[in-house]
């Protein structure tokens, strides 16, 4: 008897685990980042269980998974190749906002606004760029 309530123990230890780090997070991880979009009957299920363990594991995962926008269905394509970017760095090394806001919206059907006057924009290393596999032109 007493192995069965440490099998039952562990089970439900498993199981508040997972709810506390939320099904989307962890099933979906290329799904973090959206904003919006419908919501996922799998995870939005998965996170649900988590409320017939108490009321706190189930709220966690919900928070978690729409912060994360774990929980939104994938709504097309969200990425693209770094291969892809080359034609909107210039010789000189500077990137073209105008080619690269026209590659965005041509891949993923996306407009940017890289012409607002707020945005911010840092400068890179080489490094960074050999992370990606790019070899710096400039």
Do not use: W
Request: hydrophobic share 45%; charged share 15%.
């Amino acid at each position: 008897m007493r192995t069965a309530n440490r099998v039952v123990g562990g089970v439900l230890a498993v199981a508040l685990l997972t709810q506390l780090a939320a099904c989307g997070s962890l099933f979906f991880p290329d799904r973090r980042g959206q904003i919006e979009g419908r919501i996922d009957p799998l995870v939005g299920g998965l996170d649900a269980i988590g409320l017939l363990f108490y009321v706190l594991p189930g709220l966690i995962a919900f928070a978690v998974d729409f912060t994360t926008g774990a929980i939104y269905l994938p709504d097309g394509k969200y990425s693209m190749a770094p291969e892809t970017l080359h034609d909107a760095i210039g010789a000189d090394g500077r990137v073209d906002n105008a080619k690269l806001k026209a590659i965005i919206q041509q891949e993923t059907g996306h407009s940017l606004p890289l012409d607002d006057p707020r945005l911010i924009q840092h400068t890179g290393s080489s490094q960074q760029l050999a992370a990606y596999g790019l070899r710096p032109a400039a």
